[in-house]
């Protein structure tokens, strides 16, 4: 399916794969899941190999059959909806577009580890998305009536803070708390939601995961390469003509990547968001698109001549500023530091040597810090200061 | 001895969605969408009717951005400041619904309609510039195009555009 507005738009450098967005019917694809056993179930997903597309790309088969063995009468299914990286809206389109395939993974997932009940956990920033999502879980829940299968979603809307899209944190916001990260261990698979065995996946891979149930794992492997099977869909913006959703064949590189969507003058490309890595112009043929080169939970953004990456850095360590959680001291005051630091170093108050300093700060942080948020924030900052050091200081 | 006084919007959501724990951010969200912030009393008397303590309350609603605690418009005007709408002319958006309301960043009109405020990646980068007034998004935005969606919301409230 060819999201309206690109409609005709060619394609040459990177190939196109229609499977997140292709039309199917749940319903016989519910009637196959029904006639595996869980084992099979997870078995079918170990041997496609998906990682899991929320950007931290653990093995999803393995997330699921660690779950199915814990012995906890009770366990949940949580949908990660809370898609909050700078430069990543696919699965805002993806709840837009086919939302039943949504659902179909998560009453998967419920196969597979034997839970009753499952929970969406929405970003705020799409409240407009309920009144169709209600009305597909209205459906929904007819045809686990009519199958007999004895599963219930819940919907939860988040409330503007980008930390509840890491899975502990989110998990304590759906249980009404602050959305702090929890120490790990213990894992989601052993002690997640309500301190229950979860799964909890990201809307894009649960609805491969329904692709792999229809098609096979070894239909899904034919696509991408070893370490990163598979397609993926990709948010493209910046500074492009192309701008927009593209579900793509994982394994090329970001020059391919750029030839495709870039301007014409693309200088750098931020791969994977604020908590990514920025990519510069020579080492666009390098650099792969996936697990064995920089992984992407999809945001892809293009940055021209004419931007300054000072500016670029300095939106991403604001943002950071603004959204830890405050909990752990080396985020906290980290994210702070690194914004003053860079903002003295081009006021000329500090030296360019204190950039030094800094990036010994962000390599502290990505050991200290208790969660994603502040393990990732020298990925931008050390590869945005270290490619254009230049920009950062005059 | 203190006199309760009955909050029946609070007592109505408690029965909607439960006393548990669990119950505390749908309350408090619907709260939002009623009254457009959250006051003093009414996190008081939500720590009340779910029997825990008022600062676990004040803890939880100041943790998310979108639980105001202080008084907003009927409208809320949230206009995204990450990197693809700033380098689409998110300033130019943002000085053009400065002018119309006569109001800065983080304020809200004397009539109490709107508030502006700024807000993190809403998920529009490749249609940026982008605000949300209330839930609704608004996107492409160009000086116009926002001109003419304020003068509508102006006239006629948030009847669809």
């Known amino acids: ?394 | 001895m203190e006199m309760i006084i009955e909050n029946e919007l609070v007592k109505e959501l408690a029965n909607k969605h439960g006393r548990n724990r669990e119950s505390l951010i749908p309350i408090l969200q619907d709260l939002v969408v009623q009254n457009r912030f959250l006051s003093r009393q009414d996190m008081v008397d939500v720590a009340r009717e779910l029997d825990m303590s008022a600062a676990g309350v004040f803890g939880t609603a100041t943790f998310y951005s979108f639980l105001d605690t202080e008084p907003r418009g009927k409208y809320v005007i949230r206009i995204c400041k990450t990197i693809s709408c700033t380098m689409k002319g998110k300033n130019e958006i943002l000085s053009t619904i400065e002018e119309i309301l006569k109001v800065n960043l983080g304020e809200t009109t004397p009539d109490r309609k709107f508030s502006l405020l700024e807000t993190n990646c809403i998920g529009w980068c490749h249609k940026a510039p982008a605000i949300l007034i209330n839930d609704t998004p608004y996107t492409e935005l160009t000086r116009s195009k926002v001109t003419e969606i304020l003068r509508e919301y102006i006239k006629n409230g948030d009847r669809k555009i």
């Open chain 1, 1 to 394: 399916m060819v999201i309206e507005k690109y409609k005709g738009m060619s394609i040459k450098h990177v190939k196109r794969v229609d499977l997140i967005f292709e039309k199917v019917s749940c319903r016989d694809i519910l009637v196959k899941i029904m006639k595996m056993t869980p084992d099979e179930i997870c078995q079918e997903l170990l041997e496609s190999d998906l990682k899991g597309r929320g950007g931290a790309g653990f093995p999803t088969g393995l997330k699921w059959r660690y779950t199915a063995q814990e012995k906890d009468p009770v366990k949940y299914v949580v949908c990660n909806a809370d898609e909050g990286e700078p430069g990543t809206f696919k699965d805002r389109e993806i709840l837009e577009q086919v939302a039943e395939k949504v659902l179909c993974g998560m009453a998967t997932a419920a196969m597979a580890i034997g839970a009753k009940m499952g929970y969406i956990y929405l970003r705020g920033e799409y409240k407009f998305l309920i009144p169709k999502l209600n009305e597909k879980l209205m459906q929904f829940h007819q045809t686990m009536d009519e199958f007999n299968l004895n599963f219930r979603i819940q919907v939860r809307l988040g409330s503007g803070a980008y930390i509840c899209g890491e899975e502990s944190a989110l998990f304590e916001s759906i249980e009404g708390k602050r959305g702090e990260p929890r120490n790990k261990p213990p894992y989601p698979t052993t002690s997640g939601l309500f301190g229950k065995p979860t799964v909890i996946n990201n809307v894009e891979t649960l609805v491969y995961s329904v692709m792999i149930m229809k098609y096979g794992a070894a239909h899904f492997k034919e696509l991408g390469t070893k370490d990163s099977r598979g397609s993926k869909v990709f948010s493209i913006s910046g500074d492009t003509p192309k701008a927009g959703i593209y579900e793509l064949e994982l394994g090329m590189s970001v020059f391919e990547f750029v030839q495709e969507f870039g301007d014409g003058d693309t200088k750098a490309v931020q791969v994977g968001g604020a908590s990514g890595f920025c990519v510069p112009r020579k080492k666009f043929e390098e650099t792969i698109i996936g697990f064995e080169g920089v992984p992407t939970g999809g945001s892809m953004k293009l940055f021209n001549s004419t931007r300054s990456m000072y500016n670029v850095l300095h939106n991403y360590l604001d943002f950071f500023s603004e959204e830890s959680c405050g909990q752990c001291t080396p985020c906290r005051v980290g994210c702070q530091q690194l914004l003053k630091g860079v903002e003295s170093v081009k006021r000329g108050d500090k030296t360019s040597r204190y950039l030094d300093e800094l990036v010994k700060l962000a390599k502290t942080m990505k050991r200290a810090s208790k969660c994603g948020l502040g393990q990732s924030v020298g990925n931008a900052f050390g590869s945005i200061v270290e490619n254009f050091k230049e920009e950062i200081i005059y």
